[in-house]
């Protein structure tokens, strides 16, 4: 009777060790980011929610939040960053909400320029692609990684097909 016990304790031992090894085994790496404070509780939602349109995917490295140990800082951007950056680029039709710094691994926001959590989400989610190594998209098709929010991508976020190329591109892709 003890023994069965014993046994069925083993056993279940065992396939807690199994399925932890499986989660773990599940994403190749993990990137680290801190959401500065400075944004609102439910923007720092936003930022977290579009974080995960990448967890695409065993290849692509998996965003994990901790501002303990971090890669990526995610800050609301000052004036002079953004003055700095839209001198960057070519400002003439559209202008700079977000950026992302790859000297300092820093994802910036310039809250003036962002209308709603649905933009933020967008800009969120196309900056942390930034993080990623995935240029802009200048080709017609939605994507987040198209240079300017697009319309179709705000009604409906998520990976587009030439997101999905550029990952493959990077080789940070899987089937799902
Ligand atoms: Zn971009």
Redesign the pocket.
């Known amino acids: 009777m003890k023994l069965a016990i014993l046994l069925r304790i083993a056993v279940m031992i065992a396939l807690a060790v199994m399925l932890f090894s499986v989660l773990h085994k599940r994403h190749n790496t993990t990137r680290n980011y801190c959401i500065s404070t400075a944004f609102t509780p439910s923007q720092q939602d936003t930022i977290r929610q579009a974080v995960k349109v990448w967890d695409y995917g065993s290849r692509t490295p998996r965003f994990v939040e901790s501002c303990s140990q971090y890669a990526i800082q995610v800050k609301i951007g000052t004036d002079a960053e953004k003055e700095y950056w839209s001198h960057q680029f070519d400002t003439s039709e559209s202008y700079t909400a977000a950026v992302f710094d790859p000297e300092h691994n820093t994802a910036l926001f310039f809250m003036d320029r962002i209308r709603s959590n649905r933009e933020l989400l967008i800009y969120a989610g196309?900056e942390f692609g930034?993080s990623l190594s995935l240029p802009?998209l200048d080709d017609t098709q939605p994507a987040i990684m198209y240079?300017v929010a697009r319309q179709e991508v705000l009604n409906d976020f998520h990976l587009y097909q030439p997101d999905i190329a550029l990952l493959c591109r990077n080789q940070i892709c899987q089937a799902q």
């Open positions: 196309h930034h802009d240079a």
